[in-house]
């Protein structure tokens, strides 16, 4: 939300918001990989920003939802959840 806000890193506040929320997310992606494999971590980290990213779209900027979307969306979601109980 806030990258969208900082308009290509033009507008001042949004822009220091979005890399310093940035920072906290590599600092606690970081701190899952001491007990997780990083390919595990990432998958997670990614599935999780697909899905807020797509719920703030829905709810803040008015993006739609098609079948399809929330199909491929859960199916992420699916593949995630099984990578962890991959060894």
Do not use: H
């Not at 701190?31 to 997670?44: C, F, G, Q």
């Amino acid at each position: 939300m806030l990258l969208k806000y900082s308009n290509a890193f033009s507008v001042l506040i949004p822009s220091i918001g979005a890399i310093v929320s940035y920072l906290f997310c590599f600092y606690f992606l970081s701190l899952s990989i001491k007990t997780i494999d990083i390919s595990v971590a990432y998958a997670i980290w990614g599935a999780l920003g697909i899905v807020l990213v797509a719920l703030i779209g829905f709810f803040f900027f008015q993006e739609t939802f098609s079948f399809l979307k929330i199909f491929f969306i859960i199916l992420i979601i699916i593949a995630t959840i099984g990578l962890r109980f991959v060894k």
